[in-house]
């Protein structure tokens, strides 16, 4: 069983104007795929608060992975892939890759998705995007590999 952690990154959800339906729908699909959630919390749309929560994540409650949705198109307060590359020690560029590309067979739209992963110590982070369609689409994508990359992260057997 793997540790997780749900950010959803949002300025309408975070003052309660808009339920998270997004965080929601990964936390239904982690608790499927038998993960351990550790916690969850909403944000607004403010780089130093993500990357706090990132790096709190990471470093104090060691989670083995964290998935955030929300912040990652093209809009002017979009920063959580800026935020995520600031903390995170190794890019995991074929995470976001293996995302957009399934994604782009059901709405071309996925092209403009600009989330990123990334290790910090032994944590994987996981931009996913912030519409619950999208943040569902793309975590079904990776969901079955991921824990061959974590068990890799954490030393284990794989």
Do not use: W
């Given at each position: 069983?793997?540790?997780?952690?749900?950010?959803?990154?949002?300025?309408?959800?975070?003052?309660?104007?808009?339920?998270?339906?997004?965080?929601?729908?990964?936390?239904?699909?982690?608790?499927?795929?038998?993960?351990?959630?550790?916690?969850?919390?909403?944000?607004?749309?403010?780089?130093?608060?993500?990357?706090?929560?990132?790096?709190?994540?990471?470093?104090?409650?060691?989670?083995?992975?964290?998935?955030?949705?929300?912040?990652?198109?093209?809009?002017?307060?979009?920063?959580?892939?800026?935020?995520?590359?600031?903390?995170?020690?190794?890019?995991?560029?074929?995470?976001?890759?293996?995302?957009?590309?399934?994604?782009?067979?059901?709405?071309?739209?996925?092209?403009?998705?600009?989330?990123?992963?990334?290790?910090r110590e032994n944590t994987l982070i996981i931009n996913l995007p912030g519409s619950s369609k999208g943040a569902k689409e793309s975590l079904e994508a990776i969901?079955?590999?991921?824990?061959?990359?974590?068990?890799?992260?954490?030393?284990?057997?794989?």
């Amino acid at each position: 069983m793997y540790k997780a952690g749900v950010l959803t990154i949002s300025d309408k959800c975070s003052k309660g104007e808009r339920e998270d339906k997004s965080g929601k729908i990964i936390l239904e699909i982690l608790k499927s795929k038998n993960y351990e959630l550790a916690i969850y919390e909403i944000v607004p749309d403010e780089p130093d608060m993500i990357k706090e929560k990132l790096i709190h994540y990471s470093d104090n409650l060691k989670l083995d992975v964290v998935f955030t949705t929300g912040g990652t198109g093209l809009g002017p307060r979009d920063s959580t892939p800026e935020a995520t590359l600031e903390i995170v020690h190794k890019q995991v560029p074929g995470i976001s890759e293996a995302m957009r590309v399934s994604c782009l067979h059901i709405t071309k739209r996925a092209m403009l998705s600009r989330g990123v992963a990334g290790l910090r110590e032994n944590t994987l982070i996981i931009n996913l995007p912030g519409s619950s369609k999208g943040a569902k689409e793309s975590l079904e994508a990776i969901i079955e590999e991921l824990p061959h990359g974590l068990d890799m992260i954490l030393g284990r057997e794989h």
